[in-house]
């Protein structure tokens, strides 16, 4: 039987090299082998949060109560920058979040491949009138 012959059967028989991005260095990630985590974990996490949030008069006024998602950031050494509003319930509680956020302690750092990296993360605080 004839064979067709192109000339390229050995880069035929070669599958495609499947290139993985490599992250940039000082780009936040979203999803890493060991997540940052507040010192002394989740309950320390909301006893800061209780002892540090003050209910916004207008709020309170007004009846305002849900929850205000906080992205920011927690770089390489623990530290937190980058506190922005993700979604908001307005009333100051909003400026509250923010606040309380921008003073927390630092956090245990985020770790890829055991070395810490920048770690976008988003926390919900709640609000709710008693």
Not at 105 to 114: L, V
Request: hydrophobic share 35%; with cysteine.
């Amino acid at each position: 039987m004839p064979s067709i012959s192109t000339g390229d059967e050995a880069s035929l028989a070669k599958e495609p090299e499947k290139v993985i991005p490599t992250p940039v260095p000082d780009e936040p990630q979203v999803s890493v082998q060991e997540m940052p985590s507040f010192t002394g974990g989740e309950a320390e996490l909301y006893s800061f949060l209780s002892k540090s949030l003050k209910y916004p008069y207008d709020a309170r006024d007004l009846g305002v109560q849900g929850k205000v998602y906080v992205e920011f950031i927690v770089e390489r050494d623990g530290s937190i920058s980058n506190v922005r509003i993700k979604r908001g319930i307005g009333a100051g509680c909003d400026e509250e979040a923010a606040r309380v956020v921008s003073l927390m302690p630092k956090w245990n750092p985020g770790k890829q491949n055991g070395q810490p990296v920048r770690v976008l993360f988003v926390l919900p605080i709640r609000f709710v009138l008693n």
